[in-house]
Nanobody, 125 residues
Framework: QVQLVESGGGLVQAGGSLRLSCAASGRTISRYIMGWFRQAPGKEREIVAAITWNGGSTYYPDSVKCRFTISRDNTKNTVYLQMNNLKPEDRAVYYC??????????????????WGQGTQVTVSS
């Protein structure tokens, strides 16, 4: 089992930045694909970033491309999401997730095996 705990959420003004962290325990995540998802009120959960086990490949949807950056430090069993130039529409609960598929990045929530409890990100205009 893998336990994931997100941190770093909060309130920020539009144009500002936040860095989310996802600390894993219970098992090393060094061979897992890791993803960040978000869910706004009344909307479906959507992917905002994913990274392969060695960081060699990443995925971003157009909505966050060039603003968000996912990274990982396998020695610390931690994944990060750097969010720059935040917009009010980025407001959501952000979740970290792990997929033991290893190679191919998945973009839908049901493909991921483990989830954190989420951290709230609020962007004021």
């Amino acid at each position: 089992q893998v336990q994931l705990v997100e941190s770093g959420g909060g309130l920020v003004q539009a144009g500002g930045s936040l860095r989310l962290s996802c600390a894993a325990s219970g098992r090393t995540i060094s061979r897992y694909i890791m993803g960040w998802f978000r869910q706004a009120p009344g909307k479906e959960r959507e992917i905002v970033a994913a990274i392969t086990w060695n960081g060699g490949s990443t995925y971003y949807p157009d909505s966050v491309k060039c603003r968000f950056t996912i990274s990982r430090d396998n020695t610390k069993n931690t994944v990060y999401l750097q969010m720059n130039n935040l917009k009010p529409e980025d407001r959501a609960v952000y979740y970290c997730a792990a997929d033991d598929g290893r190679v191919i990045i998945k973009t839908v929530p049901h493909e991921y095996d483990y989830w954190g409890q989420g951290t709230q990100v609020t962007v004021s205009s």
